[in-house]
Each structure stands twice: as structure tokens, then as C-alpha cells.
């Protein structure tokens, strides 16, 4: 078994643990009488969706890449991404089941029913990134033996879909858990994360593709088609 085969291993099964273990106390919690059935079936409903779309777009979107070429050094800003994501998402599911200190409003349905809409968008959509990537794709900053500039589907007018589509998936997130306070991590630590995460990637592509990069970038937006 490869790297990149364990990976996919230990995330789905981390996001298997993760919707059991919500399932479970989100039952406790209705069965104690704590929390509606309404929330239950958001939260588990949700986490479902969630787990779905990781065994998605870890497995069946995913191709084996071709010779491994170079990457660059930096091991850190992956896993602060992932870090402050997974913090945002567990602070929202506990102020969603019990705290409820920093929720957005006690006008519950119709913000989470935004949230699922923006979160199966972003999910459509970075599906369609991955699928225009394809090969290529790598949570690692690297490129391989013959590897092309990406510049189709999403990625002709922006460099950095997959991101965005991370991006828009956690203020789904917090919006469908109801919790301003998840929302304001992911604005002070996430999103910090990926700009610094863009940064790098850039920088790296610049040396690998040369004008070829600069070209695409005098053409493209980094992150917000039109804007930035």
C-alpha cells in the first residue's frame, strides 16, 4: 500500500468514526429530549453528506499520478489548513448540539437551508476542479514526469478552484450549523491558510512552468473570478 492509498484509508476511515460518533450523540441528545429532530436530522444528515463526499472525491475522482518529479518542502501549511478547518467544523457541531453560544439566529431553517444549498454547490464544484485536474491533483505541492499546465473547466479563469470550493464548503458549514463563532475561525485562521497556501503554490509553479505560469496569470484570477 502507498502513501497516497493510506492517506485515502485513514481519511475515510476517520470520516466514517466521525459520522458515527455524531449520529450517536446527536441520538442521546433527542432521546434526553436536548435537541429537536429537526437538528438531529440536519446534523446527520449533513455528516453524511460530508462522508460521501469524501469517499468521492478521494477514491472515485482520484487518479494514480505519473512519475513523481519534485515537490516542494514545505509540510506545514496543508496541515494548519486542515487543522483550522477541523477546528471550525468541531466547534460549529458542538455550539450546534449543546452551547449555543454563538449562534446566528433562532430563525434556524432558513439558514440552514442556504448552507446545503451553498454546500452542494461548492461540492459540484470542486468536483468539477478535481475532475479538470484529474492526475494531477495532489494535497502536497508537486509536479510530475510531463505534467501540463491545468487551464481548463474552472481552472480558465481562476488558478485556484479547489480552494474556493473549500472555502465557499466551510461557510456552508457554519451557516448550516448555525454558529457565527465557527464562521468567524474560519475567517481569522482558515482563510489566512489559504491565502498562504496559494502563495506558496504559486511561487513553486512560477519556477516549474516559467512564462508559460505568468502568462496564465496575467489571464486568471487567483481565487474570485473577476476580483482577486
Known sequence: MNSRQKSVLIRVTVAVMVFLYVAYVANNYVLSGRLPRFDFAVITGFVG???????ISETLLYQDPDVFVTEDDDQWS???????????????????????????????????????ILFVISCIYRGWGL????????????????????????????????????????????????SWGALLITLLFTLPALVYRIKLEEEFMLKYFGDRYKEYMQNSKRLIPGLW
Open 49 to 55: 453528506i460530508y462522508f460521501i463526499w469524501t469517499i
Open 78 to 116: 496543508y496541515a494548519y489548513l486542515q487543522l483550522s478547518s477541523m477546528i471550525a467544523l468541531f466547534y460549529a457541531a458542538i455550539d450546534f448540539l449543546s452551547t449555543h453560544y454563538t449562534r446566528i439566529s433562532d430563525l434556524e431553517p432558513g439558514i440552514i437551508y442556504i448552507g446545503v
Open 131 to 178: 475532475r479538470a485536474i484529474g492526475k494531477y491533483f495532489n494535497p502536497r505541492i508537486a509536479v510530475y514526469e510531463g505534467h501540463q499546465l491545468v487551464t481548463s473547466g474552472p481552472y480558465r479563469s481562476i488558478r485556484h478552484p479547489l480552494y474556493l470550493g473549500v472555502f465557499i464548503s466551510l461557510l456552508a458549514i457554519d451557516m448550516i450549523f448555525n
